[in-house]
């Protein structure tokens, strides 16, 4: 396997005698996530005591002293702010997709797919759940023979092939060079993989559009851009199908401020919006919503197989040449997320739009 060469040492604070106590009061979120990727929250209990921290810091973070109090208190990131253009949204989610498929391949299931399952029932094996919602989505695209698809932030292409399978003529974009890569080798060779900015195509209509779990990449800067797109790439009467992580409308701008960790460490530029937003915008863009779906309580279920899947790979991952505190920073990541999804304070919710005039 390919060594993984890059982001194996994140930039965490190497003053060893810090505790976990007076980082999580200077830097909130962050704080508590470079202490436990530093080691300092470890041994029995400690998932359970993330989980209590995690929600006192989300309670924390809806009063309006308190997100002051962090935007002062902590120190300027180093992380790169979300930019509107099309160079600063590819150098943003390279940074996350392009650590090697070796990296996500520990945790995806086989079809390597990085976005929420459908878990019908808890029994379901991570596998069969992500084909679960495979196929519904390929379903809800109404891929006819020759149907013209576009899937916008691809990922390791397993939507596209499955929609290519569905007799569709499929046009794939990433932004990741890694990501299309590994399309071109072992997804179908019927499919038009194509890497960059989505904005830097045009690619005529299509009958359908789906876009799984990129508009995070998106922001709230983009959004209206990024709607304009795709209803401009949708012949009249097309179907957009959109799976999105969301939060509520007064936790946009909260989680934008306390979620510096994730922002300096995982994914530089990602923005959670709210369902409101989302669909105010592709009102705006000449698309009406057909109905949206909730899918929180898979997404905690998803993620919980993802940390159990890293958690197991510890020593593959070190062979690999991943670092403790890039174990950490991962881990502590998925444990985040679960807790959000577990609590409520983050949403997954699968949108279908047509486009209406």
């Known amino acids: 396997m390919v060594p993984i060469l890059r982001h194996v040492s994140p930039q965490l604070p190497t003053a060893h005698h810090r505790k976990a106590a007076q980082l999580m009061a200077a830097r909130g979120f962050k704080g508590l996530g470079e202490a436990y990727a530093l080691g300092y929250i ?26 002051s109090a962090i935007r002062i208190m902590r120190p300027r990131s180093r992380s790169w702010h979300r930019g509107t253009s099309p160079a600063g949204t590819v150098r943003n989610l390279v940074w996350h997709y392009d650590l090697e498929p070796e990296f996500f391949g520990v945790f ?24 679960l919602k495979i196929e519904r989505l390929v379903s809800l695209l109404e891929v006819a023979p020759h149907s013209r698809v576009l899937d916008v932030g691809c990922g390791w292409g397993s939507v596209a092939e499955a929609a290519a399978g569905a007799g569709g003529d499929v046009v794939a974009v990433s932004a990741s060079p890694s990501q299309i ?39 709230a800067q983009n959004l209206e851009e990024f709607m304009s797109w795709i209803s401009g790439h949708l012949v009249l009467g097309g179907t957009f199908v959109l799976q999105a992580i969301t939060t509520a409308d007064s936790r946009v701008k909260t989680a934008t401020v306390d979620t510096g960790f994730v922002s300096q460490y995982v994914f530089p530029g990602g923005q ?8 105010s915008a592709a009102r ?74």
């Open 108 to 131: 995806l299931d086989d079809s390597m797919t990085y976005s929420c399952a459908d878990f019908d029932s808890p029994d379901v094996a991570l596998g069969a759940a992500q084909r």
């Open 42 to 67: 470890s041994g029995a209990g400690a998932d359970r005591l993330l989980g209590v921290l995690a929600r006192v810091l989300v309670h924390l973070s809806h009063t309006p002293g308190y997100v």
């Open 284 to 357: 705006r863009a000449g698309m009406s919503l057909g109905h949206a779906d909730k899918m929180g309580p898979s997404y905690a279920a998803t993620i919980r197989e993802w940390r159990d899947n890293l958690r197991g790979s510890r020593t593959r991952l070190s062979r690999l040449g991943v670092s403790p505190e890039l174990f950490g920073v991962w881990d502590f990541y998925f444990s985040m997320c679960i807790t959000g999804f577990d609590a409520g304070d983050m949403d997954c919710v699968r949108f279908v739009f047509r486009r209406s005039r």
């Open 181 to 219: 890569d590994y399309c071109r080798t072992h997804r179908s060779s019927n499919i038009a993989f194509l890497v960059g900015d989505f904005r830097e195509f045009n690619l005529g209509t299509f009958d359908s559009v789906v876009s799984c779990e990129m508009i995070e990449g998106v922001g």
């Open 272 to 279: 959670i919006l709210s369902e409101r937003m989302i669909a």
